[in-house]
């Protein structure tokens, strides 16, 4: 009798031990695209919703964020299988490990994570490299890993860039800052190479589809306080005399020092990587500004 009644004690703490964590069956995982529709190449922004649909509260670890190892992101092109994808967060996160107190998530209510898909470690390339259809789904553990749960399925139509836009593309493919568009960029590991490339593609193309997210990428590494005095403002590429206008004259000049015909010292502010040259992209930023005025 006695053994009978521990047994039935033992199965009642089971059972409720396994509803605190949450039945699969009252939890939804709910993956939302800010944008259906991306150019080639461009980050994909998207919210993790993990819903409560019981009656009752449920606690567990539920972090649907890449920051504590409990999401994973697969990707399938066209009519092609899932595979997974990789960002650095991701791999930080799975070789730390990190801990965090339970989430309460009351009966109808939800908690949410916010994250980008952009540069996949696996591939070495743009999670969304090229025009096509890709299928995006998470996944979520919880229950220290033992629970698995999947989300719906997003179709992203992504369509070559056209115009400035295909030449912004091409200067991220050609300077290898991939992996900077997103404030994820906060976690490579970056020299002020790297980040000189940064400010010469948004002086180039300040207003362009890639330029926000590259302004997020060098907003989150100036953050961690690192390589100050490329993060110092954006000076007026092409304005020699320091006025704070780019006149024609001193476009000529510009051309001239690419030309190799003067030396870049005659005017040091179309060199924005200070590499000792004026490039094509550090003159079409002087022309930009020509037309448009220097920044505050």
């Given amino acids: 009798m006695c053994r009978a009644a521990l047994i039935l004690v033992c199965a009642i703490a089971l059972a409720s031990a396994r509803a605190t964590a949450g039945e699969?069956?009252?939890?939804?995982?709910?993956?939302?695209?800010?944008?259906?529709?991306?150019?080639?190449?461009?980050?994909?922004?998207?919210?993790?919703?993990?819903?409560?649909?019981?009656?009752?509260?449920?606690?567990?670890?539920?972090?649907?964020?890449?920051?504590?190892?409990?999401?994973?992101?697969?990707?399938?092109?066209?009519?092609?299988?899932f595979t997974p994808y990789l960002s650095k967060a991701m791999e930080i996160a799975g070789a730390k490990k990190r801990g965090a107190p339970d989430v309460t998530i009351p009966a109808?209510?939800?908690?949410?994570?916010?994250?980008?898909?952009?540069?996949?470690?696996?591939?070495?390339?743009?999670?969304?490299?090229?025009?096509?259809?890709?299928?995006?789904?998470?996944?979520?553990?919880y229950d220290h890993y033992a629970e698995q749960l999947a989300s719906n399925?997003?179709?992203i139509a992504?369509?070559?860039?056209?115009?400035?836009?295909?030449e912004a593309l091409n200067f991220i493919r050609s300077n290898g800052i991939k992996h900077l568009l997103t404030p994820e960029a906060a976690v490579y590991p970056t020299d002020e190479v790297a980040i000189g490339k940064l400010r010469e593609f948004l002086t180039a193309y300040p207003n362009g589809t890639y330029s926000a997210y590259a302004q997020a990428g060098l907003a989150a590494i100036c953050a961690t306080g690192l390589a100050p005095a490329q993060c110092s403002p954006v000076r007026c590429l092409g304005d020699c005399d320091g006025n704070d206008q780019v006149t024609v004259d001193e476009l000529?000049?510009?051309?001239?020092?690419?030309?190799?015909?003067?030396?870049?010292?005659?005017?040091?502010n179309f060199d924005l990587n200070n590499d000792s040259a004026v490039t094509v992209e550090e003159l079409v930023g002087a022309v930009v500004f020509a037309l448009n005025g220097c920044p505050d």
């Fill in 24 to 81: 699969p069956a009252t939890l939804t995982l709910t993956l939302v695209a800010e944008s259906t529709s991306l150019l080639a190449g461009e980050p994909l922004r998207v919210r993790l919703q993990l819903h409560n649909t019981g009656p009752q509260a449920v606690t567990g670890d539920f972090y649907p964020t890449y920051h504590y190892d409990r999401v994973r992101v697969q990707i399938a092109p066209g009519g092609g299988e």
């Fill in 108 to 141: 109808g209510g939800m908690v949410e994570g916010s994250e980008f898909v952009s540069f996949d470690l696996t591939r070495g390339d743009f999670a969304l490299p090229i025009a096509g259809s890709y299928r995006v789904q998470a996944l979520l553990y």
């Fill in 153 to 155: 399925v997003v179709t």
């Fill in 158 to 166: 992504v369509r070559e860039p056209q115009g400035a836009d295909a």
């Fill in 252 to 268: 000529v000049r510009g051309v001239d020092v690419a030309l190799g015909n003067q030396s870049v010292t005659t005017c040091p």
